[in-house]
């Protein structure tokens, strides 16, 4: 069986975390499987490399940007293969130039378009245990390029797909996917499996087990996965097509303090005019989530909507030029908010769920500014002083 496995940062942070994860890797080699290994660089290496390059230059290039992250990556490979070594295991460290991982050519932020499987064949028909970098690849003219947050998530679940493993498993400090946040609402449940759409909404709402562009992969080519913990031996949760757990009506409930309200006050009341905005921001590459706009008055309307935080200033930008021409009459930010959702597909063929969430944070004294709603999740934005009470209270509604 080939598997695929992928360590974040915090599991290979130090000498004894190395040896911990290299116990578990040589455990399943050894069980008879074929290994092929992501990391993460170790610990905050990244934040480190990050301030570095600050100190020489703020304003340094995304390409550089790019050429000095990547050797996080790189150190944790090859000292995680120098445990291995220790066992006696045969492996070899690559990085992804060596793998000939191929990317677009947005330097920070870019997109796996097709791996080389010819050298990762190569090694594992030697029964060696292939450890590679995650979080990187290259570009047409073999630059260096990251893939953003949660890259070595996407790098596992995009290895998997090419070499179409068996398996693929995701090792976090977390020993699965919870109905909530743990360490914010003591009462959350683990769950055995969840679906590719829910733990993908749940990952795009604020939920930090998984990324969301690995879930996306993952779903695109039918990789099962796996989420376990890296700290300590015990079953996991895990994320595939279709599960067994048709009679759970709730998932999961997420929190997003990420998250800032755009208000444009006194728009012109004719046909374009979201357009007008829109086309500007998607050109941007600003992803809008939450919209609300009102009801024509006076000739005039107001649309709101929600973006990420840090996107916020880049937003301002984008639309100052509507009050400079006198296209509106304000524009009104406020990132002192935040998203609650509610997970589950199973929600779409059960009426009352809208209005028993909104009783809780009722309940619980929490206005509601905004709501969003899909087939499977409910999203309300609230003040961001209420997140965790929130969060709690639409929890303890649902899930017993």
Known sequence: MLVVQKFGGSSVANAERLDYVAGIITESYRAGND?????????????ELIEKAMEVNPNASKREMDMLLTAGEQMSASLLAMAIEKTGCPVVS???WQIQIHTNSNHGNARIKNIDTDRLTAELSKK??????GFQGINRFDDITTL???GSDTSAVALAAALKADKCQIFTDVDGVYTADPRIVKSAKKLNEITYDEMLELATLGAKVLHNRSVEMAKKYNVELEVLSSMKRCDGT??????RMEKMLIRGVAK??????????GLKDEPGVAFKIFSVLGQKKINVDIILQSIGRDGTKDITFTIDSAQLEATKECLQHMVDAAMCKEILCDSDVAKISLVGAGMETHPGVASAMFEALYTAGINIQMI?????????????????????????????
């Open 128 to 133: 060696n245990i292939i450890i590679v970098t």
């Open 35 to 47: 290994m092929v290994v992501v990391v993460s660089a170790q610990g905050d290496t990244t934040d």
């Open 94 to 96: 690559l990085a992804s």
């Open 148 to 150: 953003g947050r949660g």
């Open 256 to 265: 997003d303090d990420d998250v800032a309200r755009v208000s444009i006050v």
């Open 238 to 243: 895990i994320v595939r097509e279709v599960t």
């Open 372 to 400: 969003s709603t899909s087939e499977i999740k409910i999203s309300v934005l609230i003040d961001k002083k209420y997140s965790k009470e929130a969060m709690v209270a639409v929890h303890d509604a649902f899930i017993k």
